[in-house]
């Protein structure tokens, strides 16, 4: 069974840093794009970040582009994001995201449409 | 950035409804659009990608169609555990973008 497991999320000041994991499982990690959304309280889904399935290619929302840097370690299955700089805006419940295609069925290093998703790991910022 | 627009925010409908949700992008997305169904408390799930293809596992009763800018999502008859809040998204271009939502309700 596919299956991402977020951690890492927490309580940080503002202008504090946070690091959130994802472990991957039941499926061929290095494969596939991986990706973070986030859902602010009362707010919809928001893109944050992809990374491409070698990890060479990386993409981010203007709003956390300077800030927060994704990465991978495929040799351990677990998909990173470095948040820095944090403030009240990017409080919100953090998901990891798995591409539903791979390289090899889209021709894209990145897909885009999401078929595995975490149960989200929280982080919050009192602003 | 592209902007997605969903219609209507909020629908109240009964078992058994016909329900159609719009979405309405600011460019042309070549058909790279998705719909997501999420529950309170639960990750959201993959409905549709491509604007139109059903994921593998999902009810028939979903479907996608549209082409461009305007696409809809249409449940041909709302069963009890279809009320939940559904988002479209683009990935056509990067910033991928989200809708904002549409809650459907029990009438």
């Known amino acids: 069974e596919m299956q991402l497991l977020e951690s890492g999320g927490a309580l940080v000041q503002p202008g504090g840093s946070l690091r959130l994991s994802c472990a991957a499982s039941?499926?061929?990690?290095?494969?596939?794009?991986m990706s973070w959304v986030r859902r602010a309280p009362g707010r919809g889904l928001e893109w944050v970040s992809t990374?491409?399935?070698?990890?060479?290619?990386?993409y981010y929302a203007d709003s956390v582009e300077g800030r927060f840097t994704i990465s991978r370690d495929n040799s351990k299955n677990t998909l990173y994001l470095q948040m820095n700089s944090l403030g009240g805006e990017d409080t919100a419940l953090y998901y990891c995201?798995?591409?539903?295609?791979?390289?090899?069925?889209?021709?894209?290093?990145?897909?885009?449409?999401?078929?595995?998703w975490g149960q989200g790991t929280l982080v919050t910022v009192p602003s | 950035d592209i902007q997605m627009t969903q219609s209507p925010s909020i629908l109240s409908a009964s078992v058994g409804d016909r329900v159609t949700i719009t979405c309405r992008a600011s460019?042309?997305?070549?058909?790279?659009l998705a719909w997501y169904q999420q529950i309170p408390g639960k990750a959201p799930k993959l409905l549709i990608y491509?604007?139109?293809t059903l994921k593998s596992g999902v009810p028939s009763r979903f479907s996608g169609s549209g082409s461009g800018t305007d696409f809809t999502l249409t449940i041909s008859s709302l069963q009890p555990d279809d009320f939940a809040t559904y988002y479209c998204?683009?990935?056509?271009?990067?910033?991928?973008?989200f809708g904002q939502g549409t809650k459907v309700e029990i009438k």
């Open positions: 995201a798995k591409d539903h295609l791979d390289y090899d069925t889209s021709g894209y290093n990145t897909y885009g449409a999401f078929d595995i």
């Open positions: 039941g499926f061929i990690f290095r494969s596939f794009g």
């Open positions: 990374i491409s399935g070698d990890g060479v290619n990386t």
């Open positions: 460019q042309s997305l070549n058909n790279w």
């Open positions: 491509e604007a139109s």
């Open positions: 998204q683009q990935y056509d271009t990067y910033p991928w973008t």
